[in-house]
């Protein structure tokens, strides 16, 4: 009987995934709708292009189809930089009831350093984080430690979403990062008590730079969203076998007549590899920076049919070890970037594994739907 009942209750439940077409950034979304009425959404980045004011037509595309959205239960910001952030005041124009911001914490010390030698920091994000004050008045959690945010995510998700799936959370150590720095910057005789000097940072811009990159940059400090369905679920996979998943390219969506380009994709996903992971720009080519994540990835992996390739699809390194079989790889980039993303290597390894590259630009995106 109460396997009668959760199938009853699973067929009621729809899963929608987008990727919007942003050009060189990033916007996803994922949520969950049951019955048509009750919603759980979550949007991970909103930014388009390095400057501080977004690309116009990325933000013409994002109302076209967030404005959807009623309610963002949680919206999570991986880091710092525009491409990833500087559409989030357009998103609350356009979804005015945002719940939950969650962003990585940075001390005042690395914040007025960072508004020197990163030219493509979102300051207003930053001067939030530094100061622990709400971002753009709307409830927000700072990150310092690994895990921490996964059960603020968990108390935000309703019963219906908590029976079928799981959000997890991985964020850099602030304080033992912040320790190495710190380290770093006294064996090249810079003292960190005179960081909250302009004066003095431009004098050492240079060490700065090369002792921050060698230490983690932003980028490194990209949050990862794991999202997955729970294990438990699987007598609903025996029982329904599959679940329907149709993928299409928003540019059908956005404009009223369907171009030649437009590609359709309707397959069916067994239910258990329904799972995404979000890295943003986090920097998978260095052992050291891998092996913090891989407990956690090689357990979720099990249940990922889909990932969002690090950092718009650059290097990741010759072991290549979030390649996996059976999974497709989402790249979102702007055609003809100055960055030369996506790397070659990278789409290759995903093509030499047998699996899908996605390329979602300023012109095309990507969107799922499961009905589970």
């Given at each position: 009987?109460?396997?009668?009942?959760?199938?009853?209750?699973?067929?009621?439940?729809?899963?929608?995934?987008?990727?919007?077409?942003?050009?060189?950034?990033?916007?996803?979304?994922?949520?969950?709708?049951?019955?048509?009425?009750?919603?759980?959404?979550?949007?991970?980045?909103?930014?388009?292009?390095?400057?501080?004011?977004?690309?116009?037509?990325?933000?013409?595309?994002?109302?076209?189809?967030?404005?959807?959205?009623?309610?963002?239960?949680?919206?999570?910001?991986?880091?710092?930089?525009?491409?990833?952030?500087?559409?989030?005041?357009?998103?609350?124009?356009?979804?005015?009831?945002?719940?939950?911001?969650?962003?990585?914490?940075?001390?005042?010390?690395?914040?007025?350093?960072?508004?020197?030698?990163?030219?493509?920091?979102?300051?207003?994000?930053?001067?939030?984080?530094?100061?622990?004050?709400?971002?753009?008045?709307?409830?927000?959690?700072?990150?310092?430690?690994?895990?921490?945010?996964?059960?603020?995510?968990?108390?935000?998700?309703?019963?219906?979403?908590?029976?079928?799936?799981?959000?997890?959370?991985?964020?850099?150590?602030?304080?033992?990062?912040?320790?190495?720095?710190?380290?770093?910057?006294?064996?090249?005789?810079?003292?960190?008590?005179?960081?909250?000097?302009?004066?003095?940072?431009?004098?050492?811009?240079?060490?700065?730079?090369?002792?921050?990159?060698?230490?983690?940059?932003?980028?490194?400090?990209?949050?990862?969203?794991?999202?997955?369905?729970?294990?438990?679920?699987?007598?609903?996979?025996?029982?329904?076998?599959?679940?329907?998943?149709?993928?299409?390219?928003?540019?059908?969506?956005?404009?009223?007549?369907?171009?030649?380009?437009?590609?359709?994709?309707?397959?069916?996903?067994?239910?258990?590899?329904?799972?995404?992971?979000?890295?943003?720009?986090?920097?998978?080519?260095?052992?050291?920076?891998?092996?913090?994540?891989?407990?956690?990835?090689?357990?979720?992996?099990?249940?990922?049919?889909?990932?969002?390739?690090?950092?718009?699809?650059?290097?990741?390194?010759?072991?290549?070890?979030?390649?996996?079989?059976?999974?497709?790889?989402?790249?979102?980039?702007?055609?003809?970037?100055s960055y030369g993303h996506p790397k070659k290597e990278s789409v290759s390894a995903v093509l030499q594994s047998?699996?899908?590259?996605?390329?979602?630009?300023?012109?095309?995106?990507?969107?799922?739907?499961?009905?589970?």
């Amino acid at each position: 009987m109460l396997i009668q009942e959760r199938l009853k209750m699973s067929m009621q439940i729809r899963l929608e995934r987008y990727f919007y077409p942003v050009g060189q950034g990033l916007c996803c979304l994922e949520t969950f709708k049951c019955d048509g009425e009750k919603t759980f959404t979550i949007v991970y980045d909103c930014g388009s292009g390095m400057q501080e004011k977004p690309n116009q037509d990325a933000v013409e595309n994002i109302k076209k189809f967030i404005n959807s959205q009623p309610t963002i239960d949680v919206l999570i910001l991986s880091h710092f930089h525009n491409d990833h952030t500087n559409m989030v005041e357009e998103l609350i124009k356009i979804s005015a009831n945002i719940k939950k911001i969650i962003i990585p914490y940075i001390d005042k010390k690395e914040y007025n350093m960072l508004r020197y030698i990163d030219a493509n920091c979102n300051i207003r994000l930053l001067n939030s984080s530094v100061s622990e004050e709400n971002y753009l008045n709307i409830s927000t959690l700072f990150l310092r430690n690994e895990l921490e945010g996964s059960d603020e995510i968990e108390s935000l998700i309703p019963e219906f979403v908590k029976k079928i799936w799981n959000y997890r959370i991985f964020n850099y150590q602030f304080i033992t990062r912040s320790e190495e720095f710190k380290k770093q910057i006294t064996k090249e005789e810079i003292e960190y008590k005179d960081l909250d000097k302009a004066e003095y940072v431009l004098e050492n811009k240079d060490k700065l730079k090369r002792i921050y990159k060698s230490i983690g940059d932003l980028n490194e400090q990209s949050i990862i969203l794991f999202s997955y369905p729970k294990s438990s679920c699987k007598d609903i996979v025996d029982l329904r076998k599959t679940s329907c998943l149709k993928v299409l390219c928003l540019k059908h969506c956005i404009y009223s007549c369907c171009k030649d380009s437009c590609i359709y994709y309707y397959s069916k996903l067994n239910y258990i590899y329904s799972g995404c992971i979000y890295f943003g720009d986090y920097p998978i080519k260095t052992d050291r920076n891998y092996l913090k994540i891989d407990k956690m990835f090689k357990y979720i992996c099990k249940y990922v049919g889909l990932i969002q390739f690090p950092h718009h699809g650059g290097s990741i390194g010759k072991k290549q070890r979030i390649i996996k079989r059976n999974t497709n790889y989402v790249f979102s980039f702007g055609i003809g970037n100055s960055y030369g993303h996506p790397k070659k290597e990278s789409v290759s390894a995903v093509l030499q594994s047998n699996n899908c590259p996605i390329f979602v630009t300023e012109y095309c995106g990507y969107v799922q739907y499961y009905i589970i």
